[in-house]
């Protein structure tokens, strides 16, 4: 009897079914998360609600740092191209947040025109006024770069003297910690605005002066829950010798250590980015290979996107679920009639124990909870009486978009990257050194010797063979046993001898001719030499002899 109530019930409990990571991400936001905002005003506490652009836009980087430190250099560093409204100089030069994206005609979008056009992730930037907006544009360009990503550009922070002159001018208006130095607008906030939004936040530094003024360090503090997205390049540090360069970084991980608070020790590259000649080129090599770990930590970002979005979705579910236990907590402890402001006074004053008994009472990590003083400030503009009561069903749909949905959409997220296996940013600086003999280690390790007629390992063959000799080699040939007892000379792991083994038994028969034991004493010696092993053994590496084998 009434078993159609239970079929029901069940079919209410099953996961969505979507085309694409993109619609199913809206789909469960507009569904099943914005309610629950709404009704507790979410967005007036923490960040406007999100729009169809935030989840299809492409993937963004924003570059934060001093002024003077590369910020603007660093971009057309990757583009190999100028960019509208560039400016670059000593001085404080870029005054604006450029976004630089992708167009088919090369031009600059004001901000308060950026604002209106619903193709763009920018529409809810309009909260912070004319103040930020005419500090706003987008610069448009055609560039293959930009096809698969769009970077931010943002003001140079200034240090702390030049800070404070700038606050105390009659005309500035820059009256708080938090007023960028260009306009009057909170650029802390703007900042965090962009950092719930993009993929990857570059923080630069410059290696020649290092300085992270009171300021800088409270733009730091402010991308807080996102240090999953920051990454770290020292720049200019062709301008200082091996030796201070070394106390520069260690100076830097010590202050960084300070303020960004993670139990990891945050990923530093340290490189010259801009086409100019190395003034000390002693680092050339650190500087190629740090240059290939930033850049290919770029071009994962496309094939990344859906999942950064997905950790975004629900980083932001779980902060929207504390936040309405936080506002329904002050309804249901405000009084209907009398001593209406003196309780909220004294709600506002004690939130901290709040926090505490929400915490208890439904088992949330403190680290999901908001900041405490910025609440506080929040509060007091609030009517607390018009707060809402504890909605269940609400709650209910966002655990249930956490418990289930999610985990149909994770399936398709790596559909999708199976089917997009090579969606990474191309162009630019990206494909300078992809070619040729400027790829970064060509020549080198098991490279060396790739564009030369004569076998490479020729050159110390005779030494090789002296060893060869002692083996006792039967028909032409050691066992495998007799080369084990000299390669464990190397004293390299049996996991990497063993490689080489595979790598230099190239008739696979269990035993080294004079050419493949001298191939890998070679290969021995690469590694050795800090170099990788290749996965397969490149060709100008075959011993002549076996050529036409392994064809």
Known sequence: ???????????????????????????????????????????????????????????????????????????????????????IGPEPTTD???????????????????????????????????????????????????????????????????????????????????????????????????????????????????????????????????????????????????QQLMRVYGAL???????????????????????????????????????????????????????????DLIKRARLAKVHAYIISSLK????????????????IGTLGDIYKRIEREHQISPGDFPNLKKMQDQLQAQDLTRFQPLKPKLLEAVDDMLANDIASLMVLVRQEETQHPNSAVKGGAFDGTLNGPFGHGYGEGAGEGIDEAEWVVARDKPAYDEIFYTLSPVNGKVSGANAKKEMVKSKLPNTVLGKIWKLADIDKDGMLDDEEFALANHLIKVKLEGHELPSELPAHLIPPSKRKLSE
């Open 1 to 87: 009897m009434f078993s159609w109530l239970g079929t029901d019930d069940r079919r209410k409990k099953e996961p969505e079914v979507f085309q694409t990571v993109s619609d199913g991400l809206k789909k469960l936001y507009k569904t099943k998360l914005l309610p629950l905002e709404e009704t507790y005003k979410f967005h007036e506490f923490h960040s406007p609600a999100l729009e169809d652009a935030d989840f299809d836009n492409k993937p963004m980087v924003l570059l934060v740092g001093q002024y003077s430190t590369g910020k603007t250099s660093f971009i057309r560093y990757l583009l190999e191209q100028d960019f509208p409204g560039m400016r």
């Open 96 to 242: 604006s947040f450029i976004a630089v994206m992708h167009g088919d005609i090369e031009g600059v979008i004001p901000g308060n025109a950026l604002v209106v056009d619903p193709k763009k992730p920018f529409r809810k930037l309009n909260a912070f006024g004319n103040a930020f907006l005419n500090r706003f544009v987008c610069a448009q360009l055609p560039n293959p770069v930009l096809e698969s990503i769009s970077v931010i550009d943002t003001p140079g922070i200034l240090s702390g003297e030049k800070q404070r002159i700038s606050r105390e001018e009659d005309l500035s208006g820059y009256s708080c910690l938090r007023r960028c130095p260009y306009g009057g607008y909170d650029f802390a906030a703007v900042l965090e605005w962009f950092a719930e939004r993009v993929d990857r936040i570059i923080l630069l530094f410059d290696a020649h002066k290092l300085d992270i003024s009171d300021e800088f360090s409270e733009v730091i503090k402010a991308l807080k829950n996102h240090e999953d997205k920051i990454r770290v390049v020292l720049n200019k540090a062709d301008q200082i010798e091996t």
């Open 253 to 311: 991980m010590w202050s960084l250590g300070k303020i960004v608070n993670t139990p990891e020790v945050i990923r530093v590259y340290i490189g010259s980015f801009w086409s100019h000649p190395l003034l000390i080129p002693d680092n050339r090599k650190l500087f190629e290979a740090e240059e290939q770990d930033l850049f290919k930590d770029i071009q994962s970002l496309p094939r990344n996107a859906a999942l950064r979005k997905l950790n």
């Open 332 to 347: 249901k402890e405000m009084p209907s009639v009398f001593g209406k402001e003196n309780k909220k006074k004294e709600l």
